[in-house]
Nanobody
Framework: QVQLVESGGGLVQAGGSLRLSCAAS????????LGWFRQAPGKEREFVTA????????YYADSVKGRFTISRDNAKNTVYLQMNRLKPDDTAVYCC?????????????????WGQGTQVTVAS
């Protein structure tokens, strides 16, 4: 079974940067999609970004487009989320997840495997 482990969260000032990592163990991703979601206290889980493992095609929520960049390292089975120009509204627990390619990228119910998450806190 696929195991996903996030790291790289922390406390950063508004306007700063963080890079999150999602390391996978178990089977390879194949033609799957790796996504990042976030959830702030009292709010619904929100799609952030996703990447097609095969071709590297990316998808971004409007709220992070131009500030966040998702990438992958095929040899390491690792997905990264580079977060720049962070805002207090970006404060959340960030989780990575894995899904089959035909399902919705932005719907968390499409994802079968989830990491436990890493906390990102952006101070104003």
């Amino acid at each position: 079974q696929v195991q996903l482990v996030e790291s790289g969260g922390g406390l950063v000032q508004a306007g700063g940067s963080l890079r999150l990592s999602c390391a996978a163990s178990g089977r390879t991703f194949g033609n799957s999609v790796l996504g990042w979601f976030r959830q702030a206290p009292g709010k619904e889980r929100e799609f952030v970004t996703a990447i097609n493992w095969n071709d590297g095609y990316t998808y971004y929520a409007d709220s992070v487009k131009g500030r966040f960049t998702i990438s992958r390292d095929n040899a390491k089975n690792t997905v990264y989320l580079q977060m720049n120009r962070l805002k207090p509204d970006d404060t959340a627990v960030y989780c990575c997840a894995l899904k089959a390619p035909l399902d919705s990228n932005s719907d968390p119910r499409s994802y079968a495997y989830w990491g436990q998450g890493t906390q990102v806190t952006v101070a104003s």
